[in-house]
């Protein structure tokens, strides 16, 4: 079986990552698998780019950079990601499209598939999968929804957009990509439960067929090390409890939760029964740490992690992992802190409580409550046994979220799609 996996990006991002990631679990498990991105950051030569060439590029770089600040333009000054979606790239001609067994899309986004050229791949009569990272292929544009519940309809009256209303750039997106899904035939992989059901909710793709497997980790990458040790490498004493959390975005962004976890850090230290001395803080991301807020811990930055063995000892150091965020589909970072036997602590949304599982292997607080957060970090620190919480944490990522075991669930899949096809 031969295919071929679509994304804007080669691992630059949540979706970037979680592609590369079920392409090499698929090769572990003999599938002829490969990566086609529409602009290449890297230099992995087993990543294919789409954009070779010195005026491809140049024409990539134009789609990417149009879509990112044309949408500035008409959506209020929040930091919520919104796609016009009216650049793209043809690839109903593209030889590795052409000999692949089936197609699978990822995130293509930023100037790379657009509403038109999605339905243009129809033509190549290949099963397709499109594993959806966030909500943006059955909403008028946004990739956040919060609370909104526009893509229940037909979108319109957008409350992002500067310029709303029944007929806004929404609706008017929604129609298009209404006209490109009656062309062209998908099955939908939703990586959280919480997804599946965003999708029959939505007018766009209620209809369609919808199969939930979430995304896989590296397990020989991302592993326990000892604490202490762990500790020692980021000079931090050994009986120190630390707190982790990772990537500090704007105050803004909005999805990311950041005033959450900062109240709920003040909360933490505001409690008698805390000794704040006991505590470490360490952040890491692409934030420096004058671009940080005051914190009520010792913090130490780490910046931004380019190796995977060293983010696992940087996981496994920590006793808690706190993530604020208000959305998320299924959190890469809180996979990898579970498989490094690390507890999460995260509000209960998203397809956060599908690795998650509350008071077993980390705490699941209640939507926008710092105040259940802060419990949450404190349930760890002041837990008796917080080994078998550890152990726990990584038994969930060995049960359910394996290479094998997900490249199984796909590969059974694709065959059912590849035999349904017209002989």
């Known amino acids: ?103 699978h899309l990822h995130w293509v986004n930023h100037g790379f598939l657009s509403p038109k050229f999605l339905a243009a791949l129809d033509e190549l009569d290949k099963p397709m999968v499109w594993t959806f990272h966030d909500s943006n292929a059955f909403t008028g544009g946004c990739h956040v929804r919060y609370s909104c519940e526009n893509f229940h309809q037909q979108c319109g009256n957008c409350p992002l957009l500067r310029f709303s209303g029944q007929a806004d750039i929404s609706h008017q997106t929604w129609k298009r990509k209404q006209k490109a899904y009656s062309k062209l035939n998908f099955h939908v992989v939703a990586p959280s439960t919480w997804m599946a059901s965003s999708v029959k909710q939505s007018s766009l793709l209620g209809i369609r ?108 150091a920590a006793d808690a992992f706190v993530l604020p965020s208000l959305e998320d589909n299924l959190p890469n970072t809180v996979m990898e802190s579970l498989a490094c036997a690390t507890p999460v602590v995260a509000f209960k949304t998203g397809g956060i409580p599908d690795m998650v599982k509350h008071l077993e292997n980390g705490y699941l607080a209640d939507y926008e409550s710092s105040n259940d957060l802060a419990d949450g970090i404190e349930w760890l620190f002041l837990h008796e046994d917080g080994a078998t919480v550890q152990k726990e944490a990584r038994r969930t990522i060995l049960t359910h979220f394996t290479p094998q075991i997900i490249a199984d669930k796909h590969l059974e899949l694709y065959q059912n799609l590849i035999n349904a096809q017209p002989k």
């Open 1 to 103: 079986m031969k295919v071929i996996h679509l994304n804007t990006y080669d691992g630059n991002g949540g979706a970037g990552r979680a592609c590369l990631r079920l392409s090499n679990a698929l090769r572990a498990d003999g599938i002829d698998s490969s990566v086609a991105v529409y602009y290449k950051f890297g230099k992995d030569p087993a990543i294919i780019n789409l954009s070779g060439g010195i005026f491809v590029k140049l024409k990539a770089i134009f789609n990417i950079m149009a879509e990112r600040y044309l949408a500035k333009f008409f959506v209020k000054a929040i930091k919520t990601p919104f796609s016009l979606q009216w650049f793209g790239k043809d690839l109903q001609h593209n030889h590795l499209l052409k000999d692949a067994d089936l197609i």
């Open 209 to 316: 067929s919808v199969s939930v497997i979430p995304n896989t980790i590296e397990i020989d990458i991302f592993k326990p090390y000892v604490k202490a040790e762990a500790k020692k490498i980021l000079k931090i004493a050994p009986e120190k409890f630390v707190i982790m959390s990772g990537f500090m975005p704007s105050k803004n962004d909005k999805h990311k939760g950041t005033d959450y976890l900062i109240a709920a850090l003040n909360e933490l230290a505001s409690r008698s029964e805390i000794d704040n001395t006991a505590i470490e803080l360490v952040i890491f991301g692409n934030k420096d740490a004058k671009n940080m807020p005051v914190f009520p811990f010792k913090t130490t930055f780490l910046g931004t992690i380019n190796k995977d063995a060293h983010l696992a000892k940087c996981y496994s």
